[in-house]
Antibody, heavy 121, light 111 residues
């Protein structure tokens, strides 16, 4: 059974860098066609795609945030890491990691519980 | 402002049907049959309800169905039940540098 779990800081100050880790189980990051994404949701607002990494290290980023984001994976630990720099209060949100379903498209069938990150001075 | 447009709210009485729209462009919804729908109850993570426009993952009731015409996709919930009250989000594969876009979400109220 596939599970994902996010971990990271809950509170950051403006300009600091966010590092979030997604621990995966039930599937391998080295398996063909696997993709894991980061998606965030500000309180009471919509979902927003941030980044995705494929089994072969290919990546996709939200064009409007690309300059601030880095997504990497550690296959040996079955982890995906998201780094987001220059954090601002508007980045306050619940950050989810999610497993992409199938071999194509952008449907996410398994999600972590989410990690609430607050940015405040 | 989200890339895909959804009505902010929808409602229906138990047993009725309700349809929620998701409007994009010829670069996303209109270009690919990769529209997905998610249900989100307060305080919970989103749950995939439909993928590839019409397909239901295992465990999703067949009361949930999807369709697409041009640049607009739709989610229909038939035989509304109290537990269907939730927020619903659509997304679409967009290819290229964009990869995926989400809708702004629709709050479904069961009257």
């Amino acid at each position: 059974q596939i599970t994902l779990k996010e971990s990271g800081p809950t509170l950051l100050k403006p300009t600091q860098t966010l590092t979030l880790t997604c621990n995966l189980s039930g599937f391998s990051l080295s398996s063909s066609s696997v993709g894991v994404a980061w998606i965030r949701q500000p309180p009471g607002k919509a979902l927003e795609f941030l980044a995705l990494i494929y089994w072969n290290d290919d990546t996709r980023y939200n064009p409007s945030l690309k300059n601030r984001l880095t997504i990497t994976k550690d296959t040996s630990k079955n982890q995906v890491v998201l780094i987001m720099n220059t954090m601002d209060p508007v980045d306050t949100a619940t950050y989810y990691c999610a497993h992409r379903r199938g071999v194509s498209g952008a449907a996410f069938d398994f999600w972590g519980q989410g990690s609430l990150v607050t940015v405040s001075s | 402002q989200s890339a895909l447009t959804q009505p902010p709210s929808a409602s229906g009485s138990p047993g009725q049907s309700v349809t929620i729209s998701c409007t994009g462009t010829s670069s996303d919804v209109g270009a690919y049959n990769y529209v997905s729908w998610y249900q989100q109850h307060p305080g919970e993570a989103p749950r995939l309800m439909l993928y590839e426009v019409t397909k239901r993952p295992s465990g999703v009731p067949d009361r949930f169905s999807g369709s697409k015409s041009g640049n607009t996709a739709s989610l229909t919930v038939s035989g509304l039940q109290a537990e269907d009250e939730a927020d619903y989000f659509c997304n679409s594969y967009a290819g290229g540098n964009t990869y995926v876009v989400f809708g702004g979400g629709t709050k479904l109220t069961v009257l």
